[in-house]
């Protein structure tokens, strides 16, 4: 059972409370920090694979994994209607606090509501945990579109974490698809249980697509080895 670190996090930054930031590691990668004020920033703020997607929206928006809600009150600003909803309670406080105004504490296969655009970005795959679930999702998201909808999702292709001095990789053909981590997360010494979570190349991506009847293109590649696709 999750301890909601990660939402302890963003209450604390939001009620003034800010003395540290999460720090966060991957089963084949140390310690690295994720500040806290990034995850409250403006659209100016944003990676461009972020910008691009929030400009791409249309309709009325689900936006998956709120969090702090950067995204939806980006969106609501520019008059959407959006859904925010977050598996943690302390996201969605948070995002209610700073404005959301439809903000739900539910998980992504809870959701039943039909929508033009849903969102699903910050390594958007990572919620599908591992590569034999992702049909199972990518089913839901599609049942999920109205007519004429549209899935924004991104990821990277983590394949240059196991390169080797010579140039080649260092995959182990015997375990998992490569993408598939264990993620740890800590804030002021507590740790949180670890989770699954998934990073798909596109190629990946694009063949679970196909084999559940959606489309899949890329729209635009980031700055280190991350990309945007959209899903129809």
Known sequence: MSKDIFGKALL???NGNYTEDIITST?????DILPLPYLFRDCAEMPTLEQKALQLCKGKIL???????????????KGFQVKAI?????SVSVSKKRGVINAELKSLLEETEIFDTILVLMNGTGIFQELTEVPKYLTHLKSLLKLNGQILIDSSDI??????EDGGYWLDINANYYGELDYYLSYKGEEEVPIKWLYLDFETLKTACRTVGLHCEKITDGEHFDYLARLF
């Open 12 to 14: 604390d930054y939001q």
């Open 27 to 31: 089963n084949i990668s140390g310690e």
């Open 63 to 77: 936006d998956v994994g709120c969090g702090a809600g950067s995204h939806s009150l980006w969106l609501q600003e």
């Open 86 to 90: 977050d598996s943690s309670k302390g």
């Open 159 to 164: 394949k240059y974490m196991y390169e080797v």
